[in-house]
């Protein structure tokens, strides 16, 4: 069950998930969670001449959730904020592999978490951005 449910790539990344952390001195705080599964995930994020220059997560969840929200974190990554704020569910599943229906809900919690983190930055450019409670 476990191999049908889960590919290689979602295996790997949930054992060693790139990007596993915290910036102290972020730019850019979002979090939020599913509150029927119970996982949950937080992004800070560097921000410096408009692009990505750094990015950590720390989660709690199932595997597809959190391998989901590593290969996400290595997408954005070096990207410009504009880029990172269009990558959508498509890219993510592309680079996943096939995702059951029934938990496509927690491969996009990330995706959906950092969108919306990185549109309140947008719209608070200027100061510290911290997005927490976002339900999915």
């Known amino acids: 069950m476990e191999r049908e449910l889960y590919s290689e790539i979602i295996l790997d990344l949930y054992k060693n998930p790139p990007n596993k952390g915290r910036i102290e001195n972020y730019s850019l705080e979002a979090g939020g969670g599913n509150p029927v599964c119970g996982d949950h995930v ?71 978490v950092l969108q919306e983190g990185i549109a309140r930055y947008e719209k608070n450019r200027k100061k510290k951005t911290s997005v927490k409670g976002i339900v999915v």
């Open 42 to 112: 937080t992004f800070t994020l560097k921000i410096r001449d408009g692009k990505v220059a750094d990015i950590k997560f720390f989660s709690s969840g199932c595997a597809i959730s959190i391998a989901s929200q590593a290969l996400l974190s290595e997408m954005v990554k070096g990207k410009s904020v504009k880029s990172a704020a269009k990558i959508n569910a498509q890219q993510l599943f592309e680079q996943l592999g096939n995702i059951i229906q029934t938990r496509q809900k927690c491969a996009l919690l990330g995706l959906l």
